[in-house]
């Protein structure tokens, strides 16, 4: 995975002082490095049942159609607040400094599907425990949760308990 982590640019003092951002669009433009991290991720899942994949606004919206298409499943966006057209089901949670809120169409997920959900990092967890809530909430069972990058020392994975979490680049400072 080493190779994989070279392809990201490490942004320091971003978005504020004291933070090291894990750019992963160096990662998506080298097509290689692309298709390789797509492989590997859909490579967990294969031989699993996946009805549909859930992206997360905005990265999951580029990881997730891509896992979607290989693992013969389809796709769902999970948005923020106001950006689906139909009717919706949502979850507030807490973020570091505030709250925010994620949006779902009532109809995306059926009871009983099995949903894999997607992002390009996991960090806190806020996100990812929203987005799997969101999935229960209307019938679905979570097949897990797949990220490209982890950020082991923020222990994520600790709000995610019972659910299969996945992630290929994993960082621990």
């Known amino acids: ?56 606004e905005a990265r999951g919206f580029i990881f997730g159609p891509a896992l979607a298409y290989r693992l013969k499943a389809g796709f769902v966006p999970v948005r923020k607040p106001k950006k689906l057209p139909w009717k919706t089901a949502s979850v507030t949670y807490q973020l570091e400094y505030g709250s925010d809120t994620l949006e779902i169409h009532e109809d995306a ?12 990092l996991l960090a806190t967890g806020g996100t990812a425990s929203a987005a799997v809530s969101l999935v229960r909430k209307l019938g679905g069972e979570v097949a ?20 299969d979490v996945f992630s290929l680049l994993k960082y621990d400072k």
């Open 1 to 56: 995975m080493d190779d994989l982590k070279t392809l990201i640019r490490e942004i320091p003092d971003y978005p504020k002082p004291g933070i090291l951002f894990y750019d992963v669009t160096t990662l998506l433009k080298d097509g290689r490095g692309f298709h390789s991290l797509v492989d590997k991720l859909c490579d967990h899942y294969e031989g699993r049942k996946v009805d549909v994949v859930v992206g997360i």
């Open 109 to 120: 997920v059926s009871r009983g599907q099995h949903v894999l959900i997607c992002d390009d």
């Open 144 to 163: 897990g949760a797949a990220f490209a990058v982890e950020l082991n020392f923020l222990n994520g994975r600790s709000k995610l308990a019972g659910v």
